[in-house]
C-alpha cells in the first residue's frame, strides 16, 4: 500500500511554545489529507481537511488559529500547534488518499504524540 | 447521519481460534468500507478496503466482508495468534461530506 510518513513521532515542549507536525506522501501525490485527533482508548476524531494550495476546512469546533495547517505541495502537509497548552496533549495522525484512483482507501501516517508540559 | 458502530468493544481468545469482529452502519448508501488496524501508540494500518459493489475482500487470514442492505460488515480472523492483538476499527465516508466516519474499534487480545 501507500506509505505516508509523519515526523516528528513524539515531541515534548513546554506551554507556550509552538510544535510543527509534517505529514508526507512518500510514493504518491495527495491533493487531499486529512488531520485527526486522538485520546486515548478513543477513536480518531477529524480536525481538517487540508487541500493542497488552498486553505484547510476545518471541523466544528476546531481552532483554525490555533490549528494551522499548510499544505503547499503535493507531498507534504503540516499542522502547527500555536501557544500550545497542556489540554492540547494527544496523539495527532494524518491520512491521504493514495490508492488506485477512484477508490477512495486511505492510509495513514504512524502518528505525532504531543506532550506540552 | 452515518454512525457507525463496532461490537465488541474487547474481545479476548485463545491463540488458535477464528474469529469475527462486527461493524454497522446506519446509512447504507456508502462508496467503501475500510478496516484498519491500531496498535497502541501507533497510526493506523489499513487492512482491507471493500468498494460498495464488492461483497468480500481477502488477505491472508482476514477476510472481510460488506452486506449494504443491512448495513453490515464483518473481519473475519483466521487462526488468530498473539501478533493480531491490536485494536481494529472500521471506516465509511460521509455520502455528503466524503469524511471518513470511525467506529469506536474493537480491542482485540489474543493469548499464547
Known amino acids: 500500500g501507500a506509505v505516508v510518513s509523519q515526523h516528528p513521532s513524539w515531541v515534548i515542549c513546554k506551554s507556550g511554545t509552538s510544535v510543527k507536525i509534517e505529514c508526507r506522501s512518500l510514493?504518491?501525490?495527495?491533493?487531499?489529507m486529512f488531520w485527526y485527533r486522538q485520546f486515548p482508548k478513543q477513536s480518531l476524531m477529524l480536525m481538517a481537511t487540508?487541500?493542497?494550495?488552498?486553505?484547510?476546512?476545518?471541523e466544528q469546533g476546531v481552532e483554525k488559529d490555533k490549528f494551522l495547517i499548510n499544505h503547499a505541495s503535493l507531498t507534504l502537509s503540516t499542522l502547527t500547534v500555536t501557544s500550545a497548552h497542556p489540554e492540547d496533549s494527544s496523539f495527532y495522525i494524518c491520512?491521504?488518499?493514495?490508492?488506485?484512483?477512484?477508490?477512495?482507501?486511505?492510509?495513514f501516517g504512524e502518528g505525532s504524540r504531543l506532550t506540552v508540559l | 447521519k452515518q454512525e457507525v458502530t463496532q461490537i465488541p468493544a474487547a474481545l479476548s481468545v485463545p491463540e488458535g481460534e477464528n474469529l469475527v469482529l462486527n461493524c454497522s452502519f446506519t446509512d447504507s448508501a456508502i462508496y467503501n468500507l475500510q478496516w484498519f488496524r491500531q496498535d497502541p501508540g501507533k497510526g493506523l494500518t489499513s487492512l482491507l478496503l471493500?468498494?460498495?459493489?464488492?461483497r468480500e475482500q481477502t488477505s491472508g487470514r482476514l477476510n472481510a466482508s460488506l452486506d449494504k442492505s443491512s448495513g453490515r460488515s464483518t473481519l473475519y480472523i483466521a487462526a488468530s495468534q498473539p501478533g493480531d492483538s491490536a485494536t481494529y476499527l472500521c471506516?465509511?465516508?460521509?455520502?455528503?461530506?466524503?469524511?471518513?466516519?470511525f467506529g469506536q474499534g474493537t480491542t482485540l487480545q489474543v493469548k499464547p
Open positions: 471493500i468498494q460498495s459493489s464488492q
Open positions: 510514493d504518491f501525490q495527495a491533493t487531499t
Open positions: 487540508s487541500n493542497e494550495g488552498s486553505k484547510a476546512t476545518y
Open positions: 491520512s491521504a488518499s493514495g490508492g488506485r484512483a477512484g477508490t477512495g482507501e486511505l492510509f
Open positions: 471506516a465509511v465516508p460521509s455520502s455528503n461530506t466524503g469524511k471518513l466516519i
